[in-house]
């Protein structure tokens, strides 16, 4: 059990270096680009596209981080209200519900990346299912992640994170 558990961690910090390199260069062509705009009048013909390749990326990679971490969106003041044993069945409800949205973002991501395989992007010339195949790499770490939650194993890696304002 500790070997499944080494390398599942290895591939979850595999996949968040993944989101902070897709970030960081999400930031830097940004930059790039407004520093060129502004002081020589100039953007690369890839920069934009680039851009939104980057931050597709980012966006579904911190969806699952963010099913990781517990910081999804949730109502506790309303659940307080009801009694702990049923609180824990919405618990497994809301596992095996998120486990169903990462089941439909590994179907549909990858029918979608195999069908936009044969377009290419405009400026890159990359194949267009580049930008999609995001979709089922989260799909797959959502699945993960909310098996995880539903035997009741702690998947948060930042513990002392404050909460709130």
């Known amino acids: 059990m500790k070997h499944v558990k ?3 961690i290895f591939i979850d910090s595999i996949f968040e270096k993944l989101a902070l390199t ?3 260069a999400l930031v830097l062509v940004v930059t790039t ?3 060129t705009r502004k002081l ?3 953007v690369f013909f890839w920069s934009e596209e680039v851009t939104l390749l980057l931050l597709g990326w980012f966006a579904f990679m911190a969806i699952a981080i963010g099913f990781r971490e517990h910081i999804h969106l949730g109502i506790d003041s309303f659940t307080n209200l009801f009694p702990k044993i049923f609180n824990k069945v919405l618990d497994k409800i809301i596992s095996i519900s998120i486990f169903t949205f990462g089941l439909y973002l590994v179907v549909q991501g990858w029918d979608f990346t195999v069908l936009m395989m044969e377009s290419t992007l405009p400026a890159t010339k990359l194949p267009s299912g580049i930008t999609y195949v995001a979709m089922p790499i989260t799909g797959i ?3 993960g992640y909310s098996l995880l939650h539903l035997f009741n194993q702690d998947t948060t890696r930042y513990k002392d994170l404050e909460e709130g304002m």
């Open 22 to 24: 897709s970030l960081i």
């Open 6 to 8: 080494k390398v599942g």
């Open 40 to 42: 020589f009048n100039f």
């Open 141 to 143: 770490m959502i699945c």
């Open 33 to 35: 680009q407004v520093m």
